[in-house]
């Protein structure tokens, strides 16, 4: 017996919250880039199709504008759900995440690699809602097991600290070296 009953429930659409929204941004950026084409790749004389720099990205892109139009055809014609604010409102949340991580790379130079991963692990766990002084503890421990992991033993290069210029001569020098 087929789990299938009926071709209208294999195309069943499945609408969620906030796909409206998100089929109008998937639409304009795949236009946006498409428009771009023309600008940021080459077309050679005399080269075959298959092998031009502009073909194969030209292809990708027009399938994207064509993909991302019908998705957002089969969203305006879907019955309309309530919370796609909200849900536009949690993508939205999520981009603080990112802001973190920039700031993170941002002071690196400035405090070091060993400074910065304990101050924003501390700072991370603590915007998570973790109070207790021993979930403190294990972000410090695994900052600095990290430090380790990727300085020391894996020899990662990772900018060195401004405040390290500050340090005694030989501090100095294993902190540049190893954290």
């Not at 092998?51 to 990205?57: C, G, L, S």
């Not at 405090?111 to 809602?129: D, E, I, N, Q």
Request: no cysteine; net charge positive; aromatic share 14%.
């Amino acid at each position: 017996m087929s789990r299938v009953k009926t071709l209208q429930s294999l195309f069943k659409r499945y609408r969620r919250p906030g796909d409206i929204v998100f089929a109008w941004l998937v639409l304009v950026v795949s236009v946006f880039l498409l428009s771009q084409l023309m600008d940021q790749t080459a077309w050679r004389n005399g080269g075959k199709l298959f092998a031009q720099p502009r073909f194969w990205p030209a292809v990708s892109l027009s399938g994207m504008v064509i993909f991302a139009a019908f998705h957002l055809l089969g969203s305006a014609l879907s019955e309309r759900l309530d919370g796609r604010w909200q849900e536009v409102q949690l993508w939205l949340a999520s981009l603080e995440y990112a802001g973190w991580f920039v700031l993170y790379a941002l002071v690196v130079p400035y405090l070091g690699y060993l400074p910065s991963t304990v101050l924003f692990a501390l700072a991370l766990s603590l915007r998570a809602g973790y109070r207790k002084v021993s979930t403190l503890i294990a972000a410090t421990f695994s900052a600095v097991v990290i430090v380790l992991l990727f300085k020391t033993f894996l020899k990662v290069n990772l900018p060195s600290g401004l405040i390290y210029e500050s340090l005694p001569e030989g501090l100095r020098q294993i902190m540049l070296t190893h954290f």
